[in-house]
């Protein structure tokens, strides 16, 4: 079955303590991209890459990273969490090296930083 | 600076009536807008796009209409279902200037009434 997976699906943390959110898709996707939605502020982007290697700022970057070492995985990673990372999580890939063809989307990531 | 704005919070409708769902933009250089839908508990997906050499694109019960000049486009349920109450996004990218990213809006719950 086509599709983008992560894990963990929830996690409750502390601050400071470093975490990974992996992101996997099985599509041979060559776009892949993190969001964040929070109440009433939609989805912002965090970080895209849109090939092997090739990684770039979205809109709300601070206190993230990312890399892209294989085609298939793209993991968040926030070194120092912060109770203001408290959010829900999506991956996203899509086949095209761009974000303007439909992109498939994960089944998210709840994080609490305590 | 929110480049992508879905005024309306949220709608509510009677099932076989249509819904209009709205967002504008302020970033000119805006071409390519997509909407996703989102269920509780789910990953957004992909429902319908359109570029901005076109003002509507139709695919089976959606419609989307794209008015550059106003900075606006809608999306359009005809006939409205209950299996369509949701989250609506709306998503912009600006393939000229930075393909990677995707501004989405704050999203709009649609409620159909059986």
């Known amino acids: 079955e086509a599709q983008v997976t992560q894990n963990p699906r929830y996690l409750i943390t502390v601050t400071g303590k470093k975490l990974t959110v992996t992101c996997s898709q099985n599509m041979n996707h060559e776009y892949m991209s993190w969001y964040r939605q929070d109440p009433g502020l939609g989805l912002r982007q965090i970080y895209y890459?849109?090939?092997?290697?090739?990684?770039d700022k979205g809109d709300v970057p601070e206190g993230y990273k990312v890399s892209r070492k294989e085609k298939r995985n793209f993991p968040l990673i926030l070194e120092s969490p912060s109770p203001n990372q408290t959010s829900l999580y999506f991956c996203a890939s899509s086949q095209s090296t761009v974000s303007y063809n439909e992109q498939f989307f994960g089944p998210g990531t709840r994080l609490t930083v305590l | 600076d929110q480049q992508v704005k879905q005024n309306s919070p949220s709608l509510s409708v009677q099932e076989g009536r249509i819904s209009i769902l709205n967002c504008d933009y302020t970033n000119s250089m805006f071409d390519y807008f997509l909407w996703y839908k989102k269920y509780p508990a789910e990953g957004p997906t992909f429902l319908i796009s359109i570029s901005s050499i076109k003002d509507k694109n139709e695919d089976g019960r959606f419609t989307v209409f794209l008015n550059k000049s106003a900075k606006h486009l809608s999306l359009h349920i005809v006939p409205s279902q209950p299996g369509d109450s949701a989250v609506y996004f709306c998503a912009a990218s600006a393939s000229r200037t930075n393909a990677g990213k995707s501004t989405f809006g704050d999203g709009t719950t649609l409620t159909v009434k059986p």
């Open positions: 890459s849109m090939n092997v290697e090739v990684t």
